[in-house]
Antibody
Framework: QVQLVESGGGVVQPGRSLRLSCAAS????????MHWVRQVPGKGLEWVAV????????YYADSVKGRFTISRDNSKNTLYLQMNSLRGDDTAVYYC??????????????????WGQGTTVTVSS | DIQLTQSPSSLSASVGDRVTITCRAS??????LNWYQQKPGKAPNLLIY???NLQSGVPSRFSGSGSGTDFTLTISSLQPEDFATYYC?????????FGGGTKVEIK
């Protein structure tokens, strides 16, 4: 069945780094535009980043630009989020999500229809 | 950045009620407005994409409409499983943004 499984979350001190991974199964991963979306518990959704199906294009929210890097390895069906210079306001549940709607050119236009269960990142000293 | 304002932020309704949630954008989005449902402790679920397209597997009681800056999600007859929080999202321009959410509670 279709599945996205995030890993790599945990507790980290401010200023340190963390890398999240998202393993995909049951989908043709190389046809999916992939996103990271985060949510502070009890609060709303915040889009973080998107990467095109082939990794040739990536875009970021202003709040993470220059600190976070989204990447993918289609040979391993895996999405990554490298998070550097972490701050307290990066504390959230991070969801990996993707879609093949709009493949190939409109890979972020039509919403996201496959989601992981989320992994929690806590930035605290 | 494009701002999305959802209203109301919460509502109470009964099973069988017709429910309407609105999302107003700070600039025109063409058709690039999507709707999600989220239940506590779960990931969001895509309901409607590109203003009015029903995602596969979503019940037909959900519908979407809009006109550039003003969009509406309608649930024609509220069911017990529909009590949740609903979010709109614009995918017209980067950075993508979400509305603040509408919590639908049982009256």
């Amino acid at each position: 069945q279709v599945q996205l499984v995030e890993s790599g979350g945990g507790v980290v001190q401010p200023g340190r780094s963390l890398r999240l991974s998202c393993a995909a199964s049951g989908i043709t991963f190389s046809s999916y535009g992939m996103h990271w979306v985060r949510q502070v518990p009890g609060k709303g959704l915040e889009w973080v980043a998107v990467i095109s199906y082939d990794g040739s294009n990536e875009y970021y929210a202003d709040s993470v630009k220059g600190r976070f890097t989204i990447s993918r390895d289609n040979s391993k069906n895996t999405l990554y989020l490298q998070m550097n210079s972490l701050r307290g306001d990066d504390t959230a549940v991070y969801y990996c999500a993707g879609t093949s709607l709009g493949y190939p050119d409109y890979y972020f236009r039509y919403g996201v229809d496959v989601w992981g269960q989320g992994t929690t990142v806590t930035v605290s000293s | 950045d494009i701002q999305l304002t959802q209203s109301p932020s919460s509502l109470s309704a009964s099973v069988g009620d017709r429910v309407t949630i609105t999302c107003r954008a700070s600039q025109s989005l063409s058709i690039y407005l999507n709707w999600y449902q989220q239940k506590p402790g779960k990931a969001p679920n895509l309901l409607i994409y590109a203003e009015s397209n029903l995602q596969s597997g979503v019940p037909s009681r959900f519908s979407g409409s809009g006109s550039g800056t003003d969009f509406t999600l309608t649930i024609s007859s509220l069911q017990p499983e529909d009590f949740a929080t609903y979010y709109c999202q614009q995918t017209y321009s980067i950075p993508l943004t979400f509305g603040g959410g509408t919590k639908v509670e049982i009256k």
